[in-house]
């Protein structure tokens, strides 16, 4: 079975210092990786993916998340954190090997940036 | 496009009345998605589509609960006789057949309240 753990559920940091939001998973082939942000009272909004090939995968607003294999991590970062970055961000896995499976989603970590 | 097309937005209802929550998913978009999201379950994947027919439904919660998908364009989630314990915000999600590496996409929700 495939599985995502977000360990914290909230990370507050000050505007302008760099960003951190924990994801480790677990898979019994290769992962898909995903990051989405949900703002309040909207639907899910993809930001990035790991397929395969470089480790550090960039997306949407400035993010970024690293792929590590070893630690079967996939962390979403940003260099200089914004306000408007809070909202609640989840990470979900699909296993490659099996066909087609379904996303399985963290159960989020909720991002709050201080002015 | 206009992206994945949820309504109504918000519903409210009184217990037993039926509720009927309607989905349109992204043209061209093979698979989709309805999951429902509350604070103590977080994201739950309910059932999903493949080409129209239903593949995986065993996330629905009990038989109250049903879904169709008369065509390519168009989803419906039912519940009949809805309860209280049924408030949640309902999403729909769909996505192109990829071997998986591809991401969803998901529509705004709609916010069911059974009061």
């Known amino acids: 079975a495939q599985s995502v753990a977000q360990p914290e559920d909230q990370v507050n940091v000050a505007e302008g210092n760099p960003l951190t939001v924990k994801c480790t998973y677990s898979?019994?082939?290769?992962?898909?990786l995903f990051w989405y942000v949900q703002y309040p009272n909207r639907g899910l909004q993809f930001l990035l993916k790991y397929i395969t090939g470089d480790n550090l995968v960039k997306g949407s607003y400035g993010f970024e998340a690293e792929f590590n294999k070893s630690q079967t991590s996939f962390h979403l970062k940003k260099p200089s954190a914004l306000v408007s970055d809070s909202a609640l961000y989840f990470c979900?896995?699909?296993?490659?090997?099996?066909?087609?499976?379904?996303?399985?989603f963290g159960k989020g970590t909720m991002l709050l940036v201080s002015p | 496009d206009a992206g994945v097309i949820q309504s109504p937005r918000h519903e409210v209802t009184e217990m037993g009345q039926e509720v009927t929550l309607r989905c349109k998913p992204i043209?061209?978009?093979?698979?989709l998605f309805w999951y429902r999201q509350t604070m103590m379950r977080g994201l739950e994947l309910l059932i999903y589509f493949n080409n129209n027919v239903p593949i995986d439904d065993s996330g629905m919660p009990e038989d109250r609960f049903s879904a169709k998908m008369p065509n390519a364009s168009f989803s419906t989630l039912k519940i009949q006789p809805s309860e209280p314990r049924d408030s949640a915000v309902y999403f729909c999600?769909?996505?192109?057949?990829?071997?998986?590496?591809?991401?969803?996409?998901f529509g705004q929700g709609t916010r069911l309240t059974v009061v």
């Open positions: 979900a896995v699909r296993d490659s090997g099996r066909g087609y499976s379904t996303l399985t």
């Open positions: 043209s061209g978009h093979d698979y």
């Open positions: 999600a769909s996505s192109l057949t990829g071997k998986g590496n591809t991401e969803a996409f």
């Open positions: 898979v019994s082939g290769n992962p898909y």
